[in-house]
């Protein structure tokens, strides 16, 4: 047992993550903390997590297309894939919230000042569920790139925010997903501050013809696979 | 597809229409007779409030139970209507604030009791990936002593950080994500 829980604890850290301080992304400078982080022993206190993750959902919040009275403008598309835990079993059930720019690169956001245009017919907000097979599915169109200021000529590549809770407190992740092959990943300070190539593949979702609906929308395959286990096997205590 | 961890990367500027849309920071009806509230500012290493955070807390409820099912304790009651998540952003004055119940002695590893606690999350704009802290309560001077967390902190004042202040309202826990007052952060 005592062998096991030094595994689990080895294992639990994402070393993929990106340290705190990542000088090119500027808000990162007065924002890092820079006292060593504490290592947090498991307990049922980080094990346990949020019911929030499997609080019920809208009918229309998994399309952000259909959200308003009209059709948004923009590219069409469906993003799918899968939420895993560490050990490669799906997540049921667990909220999944994503936002976005719409597709000229503009957030409905107030302190967004981006001159391009806003579309009264796309909110840029979406959650679901992921179903028995740990998969979530929305429809929205492909957000566009936008600049933000953080250098000169600084844009962003076009990126869907992701929120997801999984099983534990410890499963919490917030990330961001990107369109295969965007010029601007190796201009994009926060892109790069994923230091391992490898690691920032996982950000890119795939283009997938089967998810593709013909004469309708383009589809995208972004899995996301959440840190650690779960911690106390659920069944052992039914 | 690599296998792997997905990496975390920045909430941004732009997420409290998905994510702050409904109003998550009370945790139980304003008329609880046992509610606390708990405020607290977040500050930048040049002393700055931060006014674009999102704060997220989970807790147990006041009996030491976790709503959820890898809490096995079925002797320990659960109240229905306490979730123990909650939600609050920062306001432009960079203060956060929820309203909950303070929670029971939780264990801790190997048969040990963790002094109450409520597990913090903090995410904005500039932190590649959340930032973790405990608050504890001031009233609760022996069990935070001998609390197997807190006890991991050899440097008092950062253990500090970790303690609520009591002035009379509100309990007050700031976080400074930076700087010599810096609050106690975690990994896992």
Known sequence: MAQRKGEEAAGYRCEDDPSYLYPDYVATRLRAPKKPLIILPRTLSDTTGPAYGRSPVGELDDDLTRQHSGEPLGERIIVTGLVLDGDGRPVRDSLVEIWQANAAGRYTHHLDQHPAPLDPNFSGAGRCLTDGEGRYRFVTVKPGAYPWKNHDNAWRPAHIHFSLFGPAFRSRLITQMYFPGDPLFEHDPIFQSVRDPKSRQRMISTFDLETTQPEWALGYRFDIVLEGREATPIENHR | ?188
């Open chain 2, 1 to 188: 597809m690599s296998p792997g961890p997905t990496p975390s990367q920045t909430i941004g500027p732009f997420f409290h229409d998905a994510l702050l849309d409904r109003d998550r920071s009370e945790l139980i009806s304003p008329d609880h007779p046992e509610g606390i509230k708990i405020k607290g500012t977040i500050y930048d290493g040049a002393g700055e409030v931060v006014p674009d955070a999102m704060v997220e807390i989970w807790q147990a409820n006041r009996a030491g139970r976790y709503n959820h099912p890898a809490d096995y304790r079925k002797e320990l009651s659960l109240d229905e209507d306490f979730s123990g998540f909650g939600r609050s952003g920062t306001d432009a004055r960079g203060e956060f604030s929820f309203l909950t119940v303070k929670p029971g002695h939780v264990p801790g590893q190997e048969g040990s009791l963790q002094a109450p606690h409520i597990m913090v999350s903090v995410f904005a704009r500039g932190l590649l990936e959340r930032l973790v802290t405990r608050i504890y309560f001031p009233d609760e001077e022996e069990a935070n002593a001998v609390d197997p967390v807190l006890s991991l902190i050899e440097d008092q004042e950062l253990r500090r950080t970790l303690i609520a202040r009591d002035e009379g309202g509100p309990l007050r826990f700031d976080i400074h994500l930076q700087g010599d007052g810096q609050t106690a952060f975690f990994e896992f």
